[in-house]
């Protein structure tokens, strides 16, 4: 992941806790395999780390990142757009919630209010 904090929200989000060790592993191992040894690689490799720890150490933050605060039938009232319609809607505001680290259901609303692509 970038220095992105948005970017590194999403990555723990779509990578998950339990596989974090296996994929620093595989990105480690690449990066030394390279001929020559991929310095700049395992450097930011290591900062990627330092970045995805401190997330985790915020253990609410973590737990408001594994699901969206707004479910569909939310969506539904407060766009009324039918069920069939609200799924890309409801990845986008999930998406949001993660990238901009939002902290409440209000605080989604008000993305939804604001309009989306």
């Known amino acids: 992941p970038s220095k992105d904090p948005g970017a590194q929200r999403r990555f723990l989000v779509s990578c998950g806790e339990d596989f974090l060790p ?3 592993r595989l990105e480690t191992a ?3 395999a390279a001929e020559p040894e991929d310095q700049d690689a395992l450097k930011m490799i290591q900062e990627a780390k330092t970045a995805i720890e401190l997330l985790l150490q915020d253990r609410e933050g973590y737990a408001r990142m594994q699901k ?9 009232e407060q766009t009324g ?3 069939e319609e609200i799924g890309p809607l409801k990845e986008w505001l999930f998406y949001l919630q993660v990238d901009e680290n939002l902290q409440s259901l209000e605080e989604v609303k008000a993305k939804l209010k604001s309009g989306w692509p």
């Open 81 to 83: 757009l039918d069920i």
């Open 68 to 76: 969206p605060f707004a479910d569909g039938k939310w969506i539904q």
């Open 22 to 24: 296996a994929h620093w």
């Open 30 to 32: 690449w990066a030394e």
